[in-house]
Nanobody
Framework: QVQLVESGGGLVQAGDSLRLSCAAS????????MGWFRQTPGQEREFVAM????????YYADSVKGRFAISRDNAKNTVFLQMNSLKPEDTAVYYC???????????????????WGQGTQVTVSS
């Protein structure tokens, strides 16, 4: 079992920055990749970013590439999402997720992740 708790969401203006955090507990954190997804009402959960177990591999959706950065601190069992140059279209509930099956072939799909946090709201006003 893995428990995930996100924090750091909020209301910001376009162009601002936010840093999301996700604290994990349960299985050894360094043994699985982590991802961030986001979801708006009526839409499917959308891949945002993924980071490998040791942080050496980082992958992003085209819509956030160059603006968002995923990182992790395995000593603190925490994954981060630094979001810069935020746009109104980034408004969503953001979820962190654990890929404890180490399914790197399907990392952009929510089906590759078996544990999810409760989500944190990010709202970007224009």
């Amino acid at each position: 079992q893995v428990q995930l708790v996100e924090s750091g969401g909020g209301l910001v203006q376009a162009g601002d920055s936010l840093r999301l955090s996700c604290a994990a507990s349960g299985r050894p954190f360094s043994r699985y990749p982590m991802g961030w997804f986001r979801q708006t009402p009526g839409q499917e959960r959308e891949f945002v970013a993924m980071i490998s177990r040791n942080g050496g591999g980082r992958y992003y959706a085209d819509s956030v590439k160059g603006r968002f950065a995923i990182s992790r601190d395995n000593a603190k069992n925490t994954v981060f999402l630094q979001m810069n140059s935020l746009k109104p279209e980034d408004t969503a509930v953001y979820y962190c997720a654990a890929n404890t099956r180490n399914d790197y072939s399907n990392y952009e799909s929510s089906h590759a992740y078996d544990y999810w946090g409760q989500g944190t709201q990010v709202t970007v006003s224009s």
